[in-house]
């Protein structure tokens, strides 16, 4: 109990703040401890936010997808060095979960069963619908998976990098897309996972609530929570940015709040439309399985549940003492607390920076708690790879330090060699 305390206690502190942060962008009088917002390089001479032209976006696709390409040839490299074949590589695209998303492409969801029962219910749809389009034009199930995670990863760095322009500067939307794809982890978006396809439309759909265009929004969210159960959490953002536009606490309240309710109203079914992909995601458990919600009994066989972060927290250092001498420790546990510390440290600093969007703040505050709240928690880095908002934040916080962003940047680049050889030496990365 006094762990679950401690544990809990600065988690629910930061929440508070941002609630506060939030009323204070909704029109309440509150007086913050925020750090003074100053203009950076790629910022407009009067310090307004400069858009990125096509030129830039294009660069900045091809940058990402010549990584990836650089990553595919270190994998070959990796497999080759480690004893590997030619016959063995394309197995390397597809371990662990990435097995199953390549079975529900070829059999369907229907189709695929182990022990008679629709287990694999629990991965969500899109990417293996839209994986399944693909190879009518590459006609191989796994290069048909790399190509749409690869070209979603590309297509999604262009929208953080909009995203992060729009909000902060050019240099802090370079530096983001730097940060984010070197990631220890980052080498997921070139596997048949969903990973690059849940960049591409959480971080439109984000792109899309702070500019308050609701209807792209609500496309894009529907397909996020179409891809993958925290997709919903898309909703967050655009919810506060409506409220800011409206300022319905304003004094004085009761005239604002008159003035506010009627728009507010007339904007919740685009701002619901992420529940959209939710429901389809329900109807195909439905079709399949004669039950909306069987997903929720199939995930018994995953270990997989709800649980209070502090006792998510509780068993992953309870882990980690007993496997610290053993490759599931560094593989699995030692990275999942360390990460935790770091997201959880750049949020909380990012939260006291007055030019760090409240509604982008939640969100991170609820993609990272909503991760770090499940019953058995192994894939935490993967996860952890689509929290854009993060990346944002720590290219913002390091903006003035160069030294400092450099050295991140390259500590970021030998982990990622080392997970990578790891992963395709068949260590328990999933």
Not at 233 to 238: G, H, T
Not at 321 to 330: A, F, L, R, T
């Amino acid at each position: 109990m006094p762990q679950n305390i401690l544990l809990s206690a600065p988690i629910v502190l930061l929440f508070l703040f941002l609630a506060l942060r939030c009323f204070a962008g909704w029109g309440v009088p509150v007086r913050l401890p925020l750090g003074q917002a100053s203009p950076a390089e790629g910022s407009g001479e009067d310090g307004s936010r400069v858009s990125p032209v096509r030129r830039e976006l294009l660069k900045i696709f091809l940058w990402a997808l010549g990584l990836r390409l650089l990553l595919l040839l270190a994998v070959i490299a990796c497999t080759m060095l480690a004893g590997g074949s030619w016959e063995e590589l394309p197995s390397k695209f597809q371990m662990w979960d990435a097995r199953h998303y390549g079975n529900l492409v070829d059999l369907g969801y229907a189709n695929h069963q182990e022990n008679g029962e629709h287990l694999f219910l629990v991965f969500y749809p899109l990417y293996v619908w839209v994986t399944r389009l693909v190879r009518l034009v590459v006609p191989n199930t796994i290069a048909a998976g790399v190509t749409v995670s690869v070209l979603s990863y590309s297509l999604g760095c262009c929208w953080v990098y909009r995203l992060a322009a729009d909000q902060w500067n050019k240099s802090v939307a370079e530096n983001a897309v730097l940060l984010l794809s070197l990631f220890p982890f980052s080498f997921f978006f070139g596997t048949v996972m969903t990973e690059g396809l849940f960049l591409l439309t959480t971080a439109a759909a984000c792109y899309y609530a702070m500019k308050r265009k609701w209807l792209s929004y609500g496309i894009w969210g529907a397909l996020a929570a179409l891809t993958r159960m925290t997709g919903v959490l898309v909703i967050v953002p655009a919810v506060i940015e409506l409220l800011n536009s409206l300022g319905p606490l304003r004094p004085p309240m009761g005239e604002s709040l008159k003035r506010s309710w009627k728009k507010l109203l007339l904007s919740l079914p685009l701002l619901a439309m992420p529940l959209l992909g939710f429901l389809a995601y329900l109807g195909l458990n439905w079709y399949v399985d004669g039950s909306p919600f069987a997903f929720a009994v199939h995930q018994e066989h995953w270990s997989q549940g709800g649980m209070w972060i502090s006792q998510v927290l509780g068993y992953i250092w309870y882990y980690l003492g007993n496997y610290i001498g053993e490759p599931m420790g560094w593989a699995v546990w030692l990275p999942t607390l360390v990460l935790f510390v770091v997201f959880f440290v750049t949020l909380a600093l990012s939260a006291f920076r007055r030019e760090n969007p409240p509604s982008l703040l939640v969100y991170g505050f609820c993609y990272l708690v909503a991760n770090y709240s499940l019953s058995w928690l192994l894939s935490a880095g993967r996860y952890l790879s689509c929290g854009f908002v993060f990346f944002i934040f720590a290219a913002a916080l390091l903006e003035r330090f160069p030294r400092l962003r450099g050295l991140v940047l390259g500590v970021e680049a030998v982990f990622l060699g080392i997970y990578l050889y790891a992963y395709t030496c068949g260590a328990q990365i999933m």
